[in-house]
């Protein structure tokens, strides 16, 4: 009898500042959750500067989905972020979540919040996002 392999981790975070102390914070609070799931890690995506201020194109995000959907037919997949706001401060987190959906996974935080569910059919398309 086979078992499926563990789900996939793909870290998401983003961080504008020099001062790195609380982004491997974060970073290491996202390793060791996934650890304590046994999630497998995939990578880690990081939009920093002015890339992370923008709700336009981050391409780290953008990158993190096309790697996920080359995974997201064989394997669990998921996002993992510390917290929601890792995605965005803005009314924007529910475009991410979708996005992350589209790739064939969803979004999980640290706290164990996820949207598992929340965005994969037309019954969930008002959804606001963070649902956990």
Same mark, same amino acid.
């Given at each position: 009898?086979?078992? !499926?392999?563990?789900?996939?981790? @793909? ?49 780290? @995000? ?9 995974? +997201? %037919? ?28 589209? +790739?064939?996974?969803?979004? !999980?935080?640290?706290? %164990? ?5 929340? @965005?994969?059919? +037309?019954?969930? +398309? ?7």
């Amino acid at each position: 009898m086979s078992t !499926a392999p563990p789900p996939l981790a @793909f870290i998401y975070d983003r961080h504008a500042t020099e001062h790195r102390a609380p982004l491997d914070l974060r970073l290491d609070g996202c390793r060791n959750w996934a650890a304590l799931h046994g999630w497998a890690i995939a990578g880690i995506w990081l939009d920093l500067g002015d890339a992370a201020l923008t709700d336009g194109h981050r391409r780290q @995000f953008d990158g993190l989905c096309g790697a996920m959907a080359l995974y +997201a %037919g064989n394997r669990e997949v998921l996002c993992l972020v510390h917290t929601w706001d890792r995605l965005t401060r803005t009314d924007a987190c529910p475009e991410y979540q979708r996005k992350v959906a589209a +790739a064939g996974g969803y979004t !999980a935080t640290c706290l %164990g919040e996820d949207d598992q569910g929340a @965005f994969s059919s +037309a019954a969930h +398309a008002g959804s606001t996002g963070h649902v956990s």
